[in-house]
């Protein structure tokens, strides 16, 4: 009796041989059953799972596709009197809070890449309000860091830049 070698890296293959238990028993006069595989070689990229698209909490609809990135461990998302300074800055800018995304990256495990929130939320412009996301511009989408509703309640000068930063982008 002849036992030949089934030697595959093959993960695929190796799931459709490798079904049943194999058990190698050595009896008098007779050889050992074996089955060598070699390491377990990594996958190709076309039979990995792809991970799932990212999931956000956030305020408002995002019907105009205009993200707003907050950073405030204290708040769901900014304060009470940084929130009705937001909700007045939207008036002035002919926009509710059904045409924007208010997302607070301080409830987030980690800081999501750009990529992350373009997939997501397909944002037009970002805007982030004190938070330092370190991304550049991608082809279609503007990015803003500027500085939080918070910061610019104590000091007009701020205010002043925010506005004149934002209104152009956003009207």
Not at 111 to 135: M, N, R, T, W
Request: some cysteine.
């Amino acid at each position: 009796m002849s036992l030949s070698l089934i030697n595959t890296a093959d993960p695929i293959a190796l799931r459709y041989l490798m079904t049943e238990t194999i058990f190698g028993v050595a009896t008098d006069g007779m050889t050992k059953a074996t089955v060598e595989t070699r390491p377990e070689a990594s996958e190709p990229e076309s039979a990995r799972i792809p991970s799932p698209p990212p999931q956000f909490s956030f305020y408002g609809k995002n019907k105009r596709h205009y993200l707003f990135l907050t950073e405030d461990k204290q708040h769901e998302w900014m304060s009470e009197p940084a929130m009705g300074a937001f909700i007045k800055t939207l008036a002035a800018l002919r926009l509710t809070t059904d045409d924007v995304a208010v997302l607070n990256v301080a409830k987030l495990a980690e800081l999501p890449s750009i990529d992350d929130l373009s997939l997501f939320f397909s944002p037009k412009v970002v805007i982030c309000l004190g938070v330092a996301v370190g991304a550049a511009e991608q082809e279609g989408l503007t990015v803003i860091d500027t500085y939080s509703f918070d910061e610019m309640l104590t000091d007009a000068e701020k205010k002043r830049l925010f506005w004149t930063t934002i209104k152009p982008l956003l009207v």
